[in-house]
């Protein structure tokens, strides 16, 4: 049986940033209270006129991690794009990824599973390569959340930004790389956290902001309450499946949601917070781009070293969680 291993990772985020006493000006809020409850300081936030659509962040991402992996184009077998912001309802994301690497080899398409988009990606791939069906597999979380908040709303717009990370997983036949995936889904509670309409246009400064047709609406005290025993069961879970003991893990990178939500699951997983990763507090929640823009983060500052243990974990939009356990072998 072939191993999918990560051979680059790659992030790209917008250039502006918009820090929380900047948000005090939006809305009634104040950077003590955001702190305090969220651990979050400051977001990045697409401009019409950076070239900082969706597609443009995800393929960014995507060059980084092809070049860390020595990757051509030709070669991506598959592309699978997380997101819940893609630019347009369809085409996919992906397809429009695909014509800027001219990864004309490739197929391509979306998955949409909110904050947890990019560990079902991440299993997607490690299927096909698994199945023999793909050798090389590029796999993007990338979103422009800001288009589909509700500037107006204090309990939801001061937590989320956008941004975008890339993989590239790789068949090899040496033991490694990606050990498991798990995930999960309850249809039931999709009210707590969905959007009603399409996605606004990117404004061409932050005063366009307010007032786009928002469509975000979220139940942030029950999801919370949620993603605590969701995140930490499927973490143990994956764990167990693979016979590892919580000491066996380097590093876990969680989906970078809330600090108080990671402290609980550190917690109750009884991992230390400072085997957590988080950059939660640079830019915010970026939903399904938030794994992989932080595991290029922990990758290029040297937190992770080849032979580690890595766990993910993830909670989002569905309601949607999942883990995954990786040796690192970059
Ligand atoms: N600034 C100031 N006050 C705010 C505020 C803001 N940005 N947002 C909410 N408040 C106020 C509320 O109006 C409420 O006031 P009240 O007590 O007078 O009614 C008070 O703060 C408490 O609100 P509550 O929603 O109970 O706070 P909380 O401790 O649950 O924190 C979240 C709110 C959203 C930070 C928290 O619930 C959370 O992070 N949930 C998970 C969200 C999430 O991760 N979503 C994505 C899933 S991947």
């Not at 990606?178 to 606004?200: C, M, P, V």
């Not at 007032?211 to 005290?221: A, D, Q, R, S, Y």
């Not at 876990?252 to 997983?269: D, F, G, T």
């Not at 080849?306 to 969680?321: I, M, P, R, Y």
């Amino acid at each position: 049986m072939p191993f999918a291993h990560i051979r680059g990772t790659g992030s790209a985020v917008p250039e502006r940033v918009l820090d929380n006493a900047e948000l005090e000006k939006i809305v009634d809020t104040t950077d003590e209270w955001i702190t305090r409850r969220t651990g979050i300081k400051q977001r990045r936030i697409a401009m019409g006129d950076n070239n900082e659509s969706t597609a443009a962040l995800g393929t960014r991402a995507a060059r980084g991690a092809m070049e860390m992996a020595g990757i051509a184009a030709d070669q991506i077998d598959t592309i699978i794009m997380a997101t819940i912001t893609a630019d347009r309802i369809f085409p996919s994301a992906a397809c429009m990824v695909q014509k800027e690497l001219e990864a004309f080899n490739a197929a391509a398409y979306d998955i949409s599973a909110g904050c947890s988009g990019f560990l079902y990606a991440l299993e997607s791939g490690n299927n096909s390569i698994k199945s023999g069906m793909s050798r090389t597999c590029l796999i993007i979380g990338a979103e422009r959340l800001s288009a589909i908040v509700n500037w107006e709303d204090r309990g939801t717009c001061v937590l989320l930004g956008d941004g975008a990370g890339a993989v590239i997983l790789r068949r090899q036949d040496e033991p490694g790389g990606l050990l498991s995936t798990h995930i999960k889904s309850d249809g039931r509670l999709w009210d707590l956290l969905y959007s009603d309409k399409g996605n606004a246009p990117a404004p061409e400064s932050l005063a366009g902001l307010v007032g786009i047709p928002f469509h975000l609406k979220m139940e942030g005290n029950r999801l919370f309450k949620q993603a605590v025993p969701c995140m930490a069961s499927i973490a143990e879970k994956a764990l167990e499946q693979n016979g590892l003991s919580r000491e066996d893990i380097q590093l876990v990178i969680p989906h970078q949601a809330n600090l108080r939500i990671l402290q609980a699951v550190s917690e109750k997983l009884k991992i230390p917070m400072e085997k957590f990763f988080t950059n939660l507090q640079h830019y915010g929640n970026t939903s399904a781009a938030s794994i992989p823009l932080a595991m290029d983060e922990a990758h290029r500052q040297g937190r992770i070293k080849s032979g580690d243990c890595v766990l993910l974990v993830s909670f989002g939009a569905g309601l949607t969680w999942g883990a995954a356990v990786l040796k690192w072998t970059l």
